[in-house]
């Protein structure tokens, strides 16, 4: 059977990101599922029953520890993006149609767009409830002053953009299946850490 693409076999020599760029696509990948189910853990079970559930102190270090997960994301996501607008993408090996490569584009335009907006809108959304914008031991600056209404808003914000998320991850591994599994032409390879 003839395909317009090349077929399993043909691994090596084909256009990929470079390793700095594999490499971050798959720690923020892992960092940004924790920081999903982590919030989620938070926002569904709220602070008073966190401290039930396991006391002030560890409640303390949840809080603290998603934070500068977060943070942590923002700081690899600008770093991506500025490796990536200075390295370029690399061309795609197979012929895709013009529909795939537009909401390929778009897919992933819009998961560096939201991946950067998520932490912005949790540190002002924190700053603006008068918490501690927390990095490890370090306090950061929150930019704004307390103001309970705005960081009720940026908190629903928060989680709608975590839903966005979601939807565009499932979206993308689903992508990332059908090239892998159903057409087996090597997209996956551009992105993959070890063949
Ligand atoms: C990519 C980074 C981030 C992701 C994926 C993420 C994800 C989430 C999710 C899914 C929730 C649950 C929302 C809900 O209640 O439905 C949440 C809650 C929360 N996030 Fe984030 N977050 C990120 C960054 C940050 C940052 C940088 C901060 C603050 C500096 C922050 C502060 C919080 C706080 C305080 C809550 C709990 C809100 C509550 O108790 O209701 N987040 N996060």
Redesign the pocket.
């Known amino acids: 059977m003839s395909t317009a693409y090349p077929t399993v076999g043909v691994a090596s020599g084909l256009p990929r990101y470079s390793y700095l760029l594999r490499l971050l696509h798959w720690v923020i990948a892992v960092l940004?599922i924790t920081?999903?189910i982590g919030?989620?853990t938070?926002?569904t079970l709220?602070?008073e029953r966190l401290v039930e559930l396991v006391g002030v102190e560890m409640a303390g270090y949840a809080?603290m520890g998603?934070?500068t997960l977060?943070?942590t994301?923002?700081g690899l996501m600008v770093l991506r993006l500025l490796v990536r607008v200075s390295q370029g993408t690399p061309e795609y090996a197979i012929d895709l149609s013009r529909a795939q490569h537009f909401f390929a584009g778009l897919v992933h335009f819009l998961l560096y767009v939201l991946?950067i907006a998520?932490?912005i809108i949790?540190?002002l959304?924190?700053a603006a409830a008068g918490n501690p914008?927390n990095f490890g031991t370090y306090e950061l600056p929150g930019f704004i002053g307390q103001d309970p209404e705005l960081s009720k808003t940026l908190?629903q914000a928060?989680?709608v953009v975590?839903l966005c998320?979601i939807a565009l991850i499932v979206i993308h591994v689903a992508a990332a299946f059908y090239h892998a599994r159903v057409r087996r032409d090597w997209v996956t390879t551009r992105i993959s850490l070890f063949n």
Do not use: D, E, N, S
């Open positions: 940004l920081a999903l919030g989620m938070l926002g709220g602070y809080y998603h934070k977060g943070i994301i923002l991946v998520m932490p949790g540190w959304a924190t914008v908190f928060h989680t975590a998320i």
